[in-house]
């Protein structure tokens, strides 16, 4: 069973940037999957942030985070990336790395979880 460990969360001052990471490990990431990034603030349902096609490298962005946000990956190393730039109070939350077999948005359609880690921006 592949396990999913994010890091990189952290406090920042709004215009900040930060670095999440996604590693997986026990097993191998299939060329078929998915891996996305999903953010979840205090009160509020989890929401797609980005995805990207472990084979093709297409990827996908919510619009509130388009242009700031970039998702990469290393297959070699089973790693997905999420560069966030010009981050804004409103990005603050707790952000879930997944792993699913579709391309879509829906939190619902992905089966492996990360526990998460706390992103807090100060305006």
């Known amino acids: 069973q592949v396990q999913l460990e994010e890091s990189g969360g952290g406090s920042v001052q709004a215009g900040g940037s930060l670095r999440l990471t996604c590693a997986a490990s026990g097993g191998r990431v299939y060329s078929s999957s998915v891996m996305a990034w999903f953010r979840q603030a205090p009160g509020k349902e989890r929401d797609f942030v980005a995805l990207?096609?472990?084979?093709?490298?297409?990827?996908l962005y919510a619009d509130s985070v388009k242009g700031r946000f970039t998702i990469s990956k290393i297959n070699a190393e089973n790693t997905v990336f999420l560069q966030m730039n010009v981050l804004k109070p409103e990005d603050t939350a707790v952000y879930y790395c997944?792993?699913?077999?579709?391309?879509?948005?829906?939190?619902?359609?992905?089966?492996?979880w990360g526990q998460g880690t706390q992103v807090t921006v100060a305006s």
């Open positions: 990207i096609r472990w084979s093709s490298g297409t990827t």
């Open positions: 997944a792993r699913g077999a579709q391309y879509t948005s829906n939190p619902q359609s992905y089966y492996s």
